[in-house]
C-alpha cells in the first residue's frame, strides 16, 4: 500500500471518485452533472436541480411532474415527531432541533432496504418534503405556536416560506429563494458531505446520513458562516467603520466570516449570483444599510486580502438575502441544510453504488510500552 503524506484537513487528498458537481477554484466555475450553476440559477428550480444532482440527469416533464407531486404530499410531519419537537427547549438552536428530528425520522422509517430502487427514492421524497417542515415547525414551536401545516396549493420554495410566515410569500421572493437553495444543493467533497459519506458508507440509514450531515454543516467553519456574517454586519454598523474593522481584523489575524475558501481562490460564483439576487430584492422591497456595508466590506477585503486569493464565498450575500426575506438569523444555517439535502443524498446514493466503508489510518505520534500506574501513586 502506498503511504500517502500526511495533510491536514485533507486538503488535496481525493476520497472519492464522483461525478455529481466539479468546481474549478481557479477560474470560479462550478458545475452540477456538467452544467455550470448559472445556467441553473436562471432556468432551473431546487427540486429539478435535486433530480438532477441525485438521478444524474436533468428530469423529462413527467418525471419531474410525478416527483414534484410525491414530495408535495409527503410534506407532513408524523404528530408523535412534533410531540417531541415541542418538547426541545425553545432556546435551542435550530441546527441541534433539525439534527434530533432527521435522525427521529429513521425511528419512524426504520425497514432498511439498500438495495431497493423503491426504497431509494422514498428516502429522498421523503427528506426533501420533510426538512422544510421541520425547520419551519421549529421556528413556530419554541415560540409557543402549532406548526403551520403545509399547503398543497404552493410550490416547494413558497410553502417553505409559507409555513414559516404563515402568509403567502411574494412570488419574487419565492423564486430568489427557490435559487438560493439551487445554489446552495451541492459542492463536491465538502465538511458535512464527507461526513454524510463516512455515515453512509457503514450501510446504515438515510435519516443517520443526514442527521449526521446536519452536525456538520452546524459549525461556523462551514455552514454557521451566514449567519456570523450578519453579526459581523451589525458590529460594523455603518459604511465609514468598515477598513477600520478590517484593519483590526487582521491586525488581530481573526477570520473575516464569508469570505475564504478552501477551494475558491477567485470570488465564489454564487457569491456573483446571490449579489444579484440581493440587489433585486433590495430593489423591490428597500435598501438597508447592511447592504452598503456588504458592498464595501467586500471591496476592502479583496484590496488587502485578494493578493491571498480570499474572497467573498456564498455565506456573504446568501445571509443579507435571507434578512431581507424576514428570516430569523439562526435559520440560516438549517436553510442551507434543507437545500444541502439534495448534495447528501446524491452522495449517498453515489456511495451506495460501489460502497467500500471508511476507514483511513493515523499517524501515532503517542508513547509505547508505559505501565499502568495503580491510581494511589499517581
Ligand atoms: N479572513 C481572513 N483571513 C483568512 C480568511 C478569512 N475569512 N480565510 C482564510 N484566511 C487566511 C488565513 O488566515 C490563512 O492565512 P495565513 O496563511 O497567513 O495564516 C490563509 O488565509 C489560509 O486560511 P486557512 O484557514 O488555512 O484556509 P482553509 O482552506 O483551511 O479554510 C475556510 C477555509 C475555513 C473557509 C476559511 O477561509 C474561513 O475560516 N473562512 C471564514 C468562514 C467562512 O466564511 N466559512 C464558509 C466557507 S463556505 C462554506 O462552508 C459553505
Known amino acids: 500500500m502506498t503511504v500517502c503524506e500526511y495533510r491536514p484537513g485533507l486538503e488535496g487528498i481525493p476520497v472519492a471518485q464522483s461525478s455529481i458537481s466539479y468546481v474549478d477554484g481557479q477560474k470560479g466555475i462550478l458545475e452540477y452533472r456538467g452544467i455550470r450553476i448559472e445556467e441553473l440559477a436562471s432556468h432551473s428550480t431546487f427540486l429539478e436541480t435535486s433530480y438532477l444532482l441525485i438521478w444524474g440527469e436533468l428530469p423529462t416533464k413527467e418525471e419531474l411532474e410525478a416527483f414534484e407531486y410525491e414530495i408535495r404530499h409527503r410534506r407532513r410531519i408524523k404528530y408523535r415527531i412534533r410531540d417531541m419537537m415541542k ?7 435550530p441546527m441541534d432541533a433539525l439534527q434530533a428530528s432527521a435522525a427521529a425520522l429513521g425511528l419512524f422509517y426504520s425497514k432498511r432496504a439498500l ?4 426504497y431509494i427514492r422514498e428516502a429522498v421524497v421523503r427528506l426533501l418534503a420533510k426538512i422544510p417542515t421541520m425547520v419551519a415547525a421549529f421556528k413556530q414551536m419554541r415560540k409557543g405556536n402549532d406548526s403551520v401545516q403545509p399547503n398543497d396549493d404552493l410550490d416547494y420554495s413558497a410553502n417553505f416560506l409559507y409555513m414559516l410566515n404563515e402568509r403567502k410569500p411574494d412570488p419574487l421572493a419565492a423564486r430568489i429563494f ?7 444543493a451541492e459542492h463536491t467533497m465538502n465538511a458535512s458531505t464527507f461526513s454524510a459519506m463516512v455515515t453512509a458508507s457503514t450501510l446504515t440509514d438515510p435519516y443517520a446520513v443526514v442527521a449526521s450531515a446536519v452536525g456538520t454543516l452546524a459549525g461556523p467553519l462551514h455552514g454557521g458562516a451566514n449567519e456570523e456574517v450578519i453579526t459581523m454586519l451589525e458590529e460594523i454598523g455603518s459604511v465609514e467603520n468598515v477598513r477600520s474593522y478590517l484593519e483590526d481584523c487582521v491586525q488581530r489575524k481573526s477570520k473575516i466570516m464569508g469570505f475564504g475558501h478552501r477551494v475558491y481562490k477567485v470570488k465564489d460564483p454564487r457569491a456573483t449570483i446571490l449579489q444579484n439576487l440581493a440587489e433585486q430584492l433590495f430593489e423591490k422591497f428597500g435598501h438597508d444599510e447592511y447592504y452598503e456595508i456588504a458592498v464595501e466590506l467586500e471591496k476592502a477585503v479583496e484590496e488587502k486580502l485578494g493578493q491571498k486569493g480570499i474572497y ?3 455565506d456573504f450575500y446568501s445571509g443579507l438575502v435571507y434578512r431581507k426575506l424576514g428570516i ?19 452522495h ?18 503517542g508513547v509505547h510500552s508505559v505501565d499502568y500506574l495503580p491510581i494511589e501513586k499517581r
Request: negative net charge; aromatic residues 12%; glycine residues 4%.
Open 178 to 184: 427557490d435559487i438560493c437553495l439551487t445554489l446552495h
Open 328 to 346: 430569523p438569523t439562526d435559520l440560516f444555517t438549517p436553510i442551507f441544510a434543507i437545500a444541502r439535502v439534495a448534495g447528501w443524498l446524491a
Open 348 to 365: 449517498w446514493k453515489e456511495q451506495l453504488e460501489e460502497n467500500r466503508i471508511f476507514r483511513p489510518t493515523q499517524i501515532y505520534t
Open 87 to 93: 418538547c426541545f427547549p425553545e432556546t435551542g438552536h
Open 115 to 118: 438495495d431497493n430502487p423503491d
Open 312 to 314: 467573498a464565498n456564498v
